[in-house]
């Protein structure tokens, strides 16, 4: 029997854009992050999906570890990364700006492994610079799959590059912070970019991610819901292969295990909530294999079986037994309470990620956010997490991912949280709405003086 194979890997670290971008998020996360480069390795080996690149393989095998760092601002992590097997490449300021050599050494080298006698089948870039976009193009037409990790805002012509995208929010829950993922198995698995034109060989049962919609579907049944939400394949005349008797017997269980956790639940629940726990009640059967092959937990979940269960869509999306519960409030009446805003809104969310949520509940939002924060001191993961169950608390359709990207957009912004004496709810949304504004340039969205108006009406 031949013995199974491992994906051979190597890993470029841009130290200064990765850190510098954590440290603008929590300062422990990035602590973390230049202090145990060994428990992220071992992460990426392990964790990290693979089976979109080839399902038979059983893990990767990092065989080049180099970290791309400026010696002058931190050379103290540099022993960290030796002991982590790393080579550590010293990267000074060349310009009085500061400016490093780093990304063109990590071109240059990435270039130079295209040639090894290994070959290498995959490559990590740790990095945000869109610089990068060049060499991944140059690494597909050689045949080689590219992820990339980038810590806030990235361009989508980078991200759009490369063939999985690592999502930062699984990252720094699952790598980085030990507990951190005890609670946060709410977080979404990171989704495959778009895959290269030939992928060396398809997941056993390709599926892609469904969205969530942009409105509220009527109430059907979950399985159909999600089928019927799902974007068309990139070859549609193709149907899903049928499960095999072992993978029908563990969609079975899941849908089981679905139907009952729902119908006891005393309020409706939400999908990250079931997929939290699915992932923690079948952690063996799901670990490594992306939603059982299916790709996202929408994938998987529109393959179960789950008779009167409903979905609605609205994010973060819910499941509910109309026997138990009411339907989940909606943000349907939108455009009915804010008809100016409401087109601007939409839009603004369907380019940035922008949480899509009614100005009454933005200023809920940083009400509790900077509550939370007086209260009990600044940390990404604590904070993140109070937010979002106070949120659930007040029935705001807003999940943990979305509270981070929130605290993201103030920190980006130039807001240290806090260093004040008290956080002020309306300083915070008008910081958020200052990112809201530059995420908008750099998606080419140029907002008129009217917009901006609007923006600040909506969020601030």
């Known amino acids: 029997m031949a013995e199974k194979q491992k994906l051979r890997t190597a890993l470029f670290i841009d130290f200064d854009n990765i850190f510098i971008q954590l440290q603008k998020q929590d300062e422990d ?18 964790q990290m999906p693979w089976s979109h690149i080839d399902p038979d393989l059983v893990g990767r095998n990092i065989l080049v570890r180099r970290c791309y760092l400026n010696p002058r601002s931190f050379h103290w992590m540099r022993p960290y990364f030796i002991r982590a097997a790393f080579e550590v ?44 976009t060049p060499v991944l193009l140059k690494l597909r037409k050689h045949d080689r799959r590219t992820a990339v990790l980038a810590v806030g805002t990235a361009s989508p012509a980078y991200t759009s590059a490369s063939d999985y995208l690592i999502d930062q929010d699984h990252f720094c829950a699952d790598a980085l912070w030990e507990e951190y993922r005890a609670d946060t198995r709410t977080l979404p698995p990171s989704a495959p970019a778009k895959p290269a034109a030939a992928p060396p060989s398809p ?68 999908m990250a909530t079931i997929a939290s726990e699915l992932k923690r009640k079948f952690e063996d059967e799901l670990r490594g294999s992306e939603w059982l092959g299916y790709g996202s937990f929408k994938g998987l979940l529109a393959q179960l079986t789950l008779g009167e269960i409903q979905l609605v869509f609205e994010m973060p999306g819910y499941l509910y037994d109309p026997a138990h519960h009411d339907k989940p409030a909606s943000r349907i009446g939108f455009t009915e309470r804010h008809p100016d805003i409401a087109p601007l809104a939409k839009k603004i969310h369907q380019l940035t990620d922008t949480p899509y949520l009614l100005p009454e509940q933005y200023t809920k939002v940083m009400e509790a956010i900077a509550g939370e924060i007086n209260a009990n001191g600044y940390h990404l993961t604590s904070v993140s997490k109070a937010v979002r169950d106070r949120c659930k608390e007040m029935r705001i359709p807003l999940g943990r991912q979305q509270v981070n990207f929130i ?28 990112n809201v504004v530059a995420l908008c340039g750099s998606a080419q969205f140029d907002l008129s003086d009217e917009d901006r108006d609007l923006v600040r009406r909506w969020i601030g």
């Open 29 to 46: 996360l990035a602590e973390r992050f230049g202090t145990h480069p060994g428990e992220w390795l071992e992460w990426l080996e392990t």
């Open 89 to 132: 490449i010293d990267c000074p300021p060349l310009t009085a700006g500061g400016k490093t050599s780093a990304d063109i050494h990590m071109v240059m080298d990435m270039l130079e492994f295209l040639e090894h006698r290994t070959r290498f089948d995959e490559f990590i870039i740790f990095s945000g610079d869109a610089d990068f």
């Open 203 to 270: 997941a056993p049962l390709p599926a892609p991610a469904a969205p969530a919609a942009k409105a509220e579907p009527p109430a059907e049944s979950a399985s159909e819901a999600a089928a019927a939400s799902a974007e068309p394949a990139a070859e549609p005349e193709l149907a899903l292969p049928p499960p095999t008797p072992e993978q029908r017997a563990l969609l079975d269980q899941f849908s089981e295990f679905v139907r009952g956790f729902v119908r006891t639940s005393e309020t409706p629940v939400s």
């Open 407 to 434: 605290l993201r957009g103030i920190a980006f912004a130039g807001h240290r949280f806090g260093e004040d004496a008290a956080e002020d709810p309306r300083q915070l949304a008008a910081v958020f709405t200052e």
